[in-house]
């Protein structure tokens, strides 16, 4: 599969972004999804799923924050960003969690910054 992240982009503290990702190449409706983020310096961490039938889990970090959301009919993930902080700041990916193993699975990412 395919994965196209963009949302991304530099806001202040407190600010809010949408990420999205268009996956193809592969049954997005059957299968979970998941959003990613490596900041400078640091391995890439999970951030949040979402299954086929839409249940979600956040990390504790960006609970209240942040909700993933998926619309099975564009093949599109989101990730719904709001009262950002500094330490939010990394390149924000998407992928299937049964691939993350898979280094040749990941896309371009898309750049979040958040300033204070």
């Known amino acids: 599969q395919v994965q196209l992240e963009s949302g991304g982009g530099l806001v202040q503290a407190g600010g809010s972004l949408r990420l999205s990702c268009v996956v193809s190449g592969s049954i997005f409706s059957d299968n979970t999804m998941g959003w990613y983020r490596q900041a400078p310096g640091k391995p890439r961490e999970w951030v949040a799923t979402i299954t086929s039938g839409g249940i979600t889990v956040h990390k504790d970090s960006v609970k209240g924050r942040f909700t993933i959301s998926r619309d099975n009919a564009k093949n599109t993930v989101y990730l719904q960003m709001n009262s950002l902080k500094p330490e939010d700041t990394a390149v924000y990916y998407c992928?299937?969690?049964?691939?993350?193993?898979?280094?040749?699975?990941w896309g371009q990412g898309t750049q979040v910054t958040v300033s204070s």
């Open positions: 992928n299937l969690p049964k691939k993350i193993w898979d280094d040749g699975s």
